[in-house]
């Protein structure tokens, strides 16, 4: 079957780094989505990834490596904004875009 | 209107009963979908539609209908409610049609219980 880990939740302080890890095992690959969903908001888009590397955005940085099946999502000088659920979904041979349940994280003065 | 609306916010429905939700984005997106968003689980595609006039299936359509009438609007139809469907609902639409490498953007969802 095809699956997608990421804990269930973290916790960090604000001003300081954490990192998100999601492992995949999905019948192909075709690229790979983090997308950041506020308690009771719609999900919106960070990063995608198809290439192996990390890409930088700002305070935000994703990497892939596709021979581990493996990504992770970078937060730099946390705010308490950032508190929210961050989901990893990949896109699998088919094209089917398969979700992980989300990484709560919460984000302590 | 803005990117993607969705009507109701929330719903409280007896089993048995047939509702619609409602969805609409301004954006001319190609591409819309339907998830639904269950505690512990990710977003299940429940059916999507590549360009106006055509809808496919996604991962748990059964007991659910779409249709796709014109380019804006993509209703979900559940015909006879049970309480399994219970659940955040979300739409959600890309620019591209058929591409799902394409930024997907969310509407703000619909709460649907289902008693």
């Known amino acids: 079957g095809q699956n997608i880990d990421q804990p269930t939740e973290m916790t960090a302080t604000e001003g300081a780094i954490v990192q998100i890890n999601c492992t995949y095992q999905?019948?192909?690959?075709?690229?790979l989505f983090w997308y950041q969903q506020h308690a009771g908001e719609a999900p919106t888009f960070l990063s995608y990834?198809?290439l192996d590397g990390l890409e930088e955005k700002g305070r935000f940085s994703s990497f892939l490596s596709r021979s581990k099946g493996y990504s992770y999502l970078l937060l730099k000088e946390l705010q308490m904004k950032d508190s929210a659920s961050y989901l990893c979904a990949v896109l699998d041979s088919n094209y089917q875009l398969i979700w992980g349940a989300g990484t709560k994280l919460i984000i302590k003065p | 209107i803005a990117g993607i609306t969705q009507a109701p916010t929330s719903q409280i429905l007896a089993a048995g009963r047939r509702m619609t939700l409602r969805c609409t984005q301004d954006?001319?997106?190609?591409?819309m979908y339907w998830y639904r968003q269950d505690l512990g689980l990710g977003l299940r595609l429940i059916h999507y539609?590549?360009?106006?006039?055509?809808?496919g299936k996604g991962e748990v359509p059964d007991g659910y209908s779409v249709s796709r009438a014109n380019t804006d609007d993509f209703p979900l139809t559940l015909a006879s409610a049970v309480p399994s469907q219970t659940s955040v609902y979300f739409c959600?639409?890309?620019?591209?049609?058929?591409?799902?490498?394409?930024?997907?953007?969310f509407g703000p969802g619909t709460r649907l219980t289902v008693l």
């Open positions: 999905t019948s192909g690959f075709n690229g």
């Open positions: 539609s590549n360009t106006a006039g055509t809808t």
């Open positions: 954006m001319r997106h190609n591409a």
């Open positions: 990834n198809v």
């Open positions: 959600a639409s890309s620019r591209l049609a058929g591409d799902r490498t394409d930024t997907q953007y």
